[in-house]
């Protein structure tokens, strides 16, 4: 079976850093994906990492280890409009068509 | 922009009605994804199609049907609604089935009475 496992809730305050972490247990990999959703609102694509090592757009950075079965989304100078749910989704290597898998998101509250 | 729509934002139905949900992209793309969420247990596929009249079901089938006609368009359908089938159903499409960025619908919040 697939495993993705993600914090359920993080609280941080305004223009602090926030690291939220996702585990993964799969079988088989090929890339991790980082979503963001607004409460009521679609989840937006935020990252996408396939090789180790980190990825930096802007304000929020994405880290991968695929020997740990590991990634983190680092927010920094963390704004209020940043309350939201982050999603961790990986891909899989198989040979049949095998949408993405999604962890149960991590609910981060900004507060000032 | 890839652009996916959905046909209602809110829809209330009564218990044993048929509910069609219907959702339609602007990409292209080969593939479409029905999800349910609700709280505390994340999205969860219902079904998706790799290609026109092609339909795999997801985690959780049951209860739901799909059809997908046309390339653009894909739709849900609840034959018989029933209570617990309240939820958000988000729609999404994308180039490839696996390992390939999903681009999601506004969602529809669906509750059934």
């Known amino acids: 079976g697939q495993n993705i496992d993600q914090p359920t809730e993080m609280t941080a305050t305004e223009g602090a850093i926030v690291q939220i972490n996702c585990t993964y247990q799969?079988?088989?990999?090929?890339?991790l994906f980082w979503y963001q959703q607004h409460a009521g609102e679609a989840p937006t694509f935020l990252s996408y990492?396939?090789?180790?090592g980190l990825e930096e757009k802007g304000r929020f950075s994405s880290f991968l280890s695929r020997s740990k079965g590991y990634s983190y989304l680092l927010l920094k100078e963390l704004q209020m409009k940043d309350s939201a749910s982050y999603l961790c989704a990986v891909g899989l290597r198989n040979s049949g068509n095998t949408p993405l898998v999604f962890g149960k998101g991590t609910r981060l509250s900004v507060i000032a | 922009d890839v652009k996916v729509t959905q046909s209602s934002r809110y829809l209330v139905k009564r218990t044993g009605e048929k509910v069609f949900l219907e959702c339609v992209q602007d990409?292209?793309?080969?593939?479409m994804f029905w999800y349910r969420q609700d709280p505390g247990l994340g999205l969860r596929l219902i079904y998706f199609s790799y290609d026109v009249k092609m339909k795999e079901k997801g985690d959780i089938p049951e209860g739901y049907s799909v059809s997908r006609e046309k390339k653009e368009r894909f739709s849900l359908i609840l034959e018989s609604a029933s209570t617990n089938q309240t939820s958000m159903y988000l729609c999404?499409?994308?180039?490839?089935?696996?390992?390939?960025?999903?681009?999601f619908g506004p969602g529809t919040r669906l509750t059934v009475l």
């Open positions: 799969t079988s088989g990999f090929n890339g």
């Open positions: 990492n396939v090789l180790d």
């Open positions: 990409m292209d793309h080969e593939n």
């Open positions: 999404a499409s994308s180039f490839l089935v696996a390992a390939d960025t999903q681009y």
